[in-house]
């Protein structure tokens, strides 16, 4: 049986707005341009899928234009779908503003990807060795934690699981946390949620903090790389790019990083093609922008 990624993630319609600056308080400020396309963990998917690595949505989705969106652009990159449609909600979505410098601000509106139950949970069968990526999104308190945080504590051995606690990581139910911290062998972070999630002042003080409760840690760093933090921490360094949207990079970092732990890579060497994987994708507008394989190792090669 072919080994995949398995995300339990929320994917949902990423619609961006590009402008020159955040407003005000009160303000207004004009986009140039918009754009609506599937985000979330669609990126994760497909930033995997397109390093080689089989993969399937075992997330909710709802029915209506959001939804058949969604559906349309999994099955576009060849991901499969394992549950059917919820019946009562539309998959949701949120606004993304992307500022001049390529960073991203999100507002989000829940929909049927908030309500996973257990039922659906049951009936996902993971195959030998297949990998499980875990969204923080899907673990508050108003969305799927009391369903999903039990479900991950109950994945038997043999499956490398991950959870990626994004940007509201500081608003997980602390039992929730725990609950997955027990089990997951992973936990991939940018800068900011390493520290939100420990007080520290730094990635290294904040690595020291997070292996005290998890198993193994990504710190990413953004261009500078990213810390993996297993019995001692080691520096990744990353790529000089022109950066021209971060919108999905961390999504891209962690299917690419997860696909090169089902290859056999090591960690180190898989958050190396993360970290190509991630550069690539910062130079595309657009929130799915990962790279195929072939393009990875062409940065791979040049970087020697």
Not at 42 to 53: D, E, H, K, M, S
Not at 131 to 160: C, D, F, K, Q
Not at 183 to 205: F, K, P, V, Y
Request: glycine letters at 12%; proline letters at 6%.
């Amino acid at each position: 049986m072919t080994t995949r990624l398995v995300s339990v993630g929320n994917v949902i319609v990423d619609v961006t707005l590009r402008i020159p600056e955040l407003p005000e308080r009160g303000g207004d400020v004009l986009a140039r341009d918009t754009g609506s396309t599937p985000g979330g963990a669609f990126n994760t998917l497909v930033a995997a899928a397109r390093q080689g690595l089989a993969s399937a949505y075992g997330g909710a989705h709802g029915v209506g234009p959001h939804g058949d969106r969604v559906r349309s652009a999994l099955s576009a990159e060849g991901i499969s779908v394992l549950l059917d449609p919820s019946p009562d909600a539309d998959t949701g979505f949120d606004i993304a503003l992307v500022d001049d410098e390529g960073e991203r601000t999100f507002v989000t509106v829940f929909g049927a990807e908030a309500r996973l139950t257990a039922r659906d949970l049951a009936s996902i069968s993971l195959g030998a060795g297949d990998l499980v990526h875990v969204s923080g999104y899907g673990l508050l308190e108003r969305t799927n934690a009391h369903v999903l945080a039990p479900w991950v504590a109950g994945i038997g051995p043999g499956h490398t699981v991950l959870l990626d606690p994004g940007p509201l990581a500081t608003t997980i139910p602390g039992e929730a946390l725990a609950t997955v911290a027990g089990r997951a062998d992973w936990l991939s972070c940018n800068l900011r949620e390493a520290l939100s999630l420990t007080g520290a002042a730094d990635a290294g003080a904040a690595a020291t903090v997070l292996r005290e409760t998890w198993s193994a840690v990504i710190i990413r760093l953004g261009p500078q790389g990213c810390l993996v933090v297993q019995d001692e921490a080691r520096f990744v360094p990353g790529f000089a790019v022109e950066a021209v949207d971060t919108n999905g990079a961390g999504d891209a970092h962690t299917g690419a990083f997860l696909a090169g732990l089902a290859s056999g890579e090591t960690p180190p060497t898989a958050a190396r093609r993360a970290n190509a994987c991630a550069a690539i994708a910062v130079t595309r507008r657009g929130p799915a922008t990962a790279p195929t394989a072939a393009e990875v190792q062409r940065l791979l090669d040049r970087a020697g």
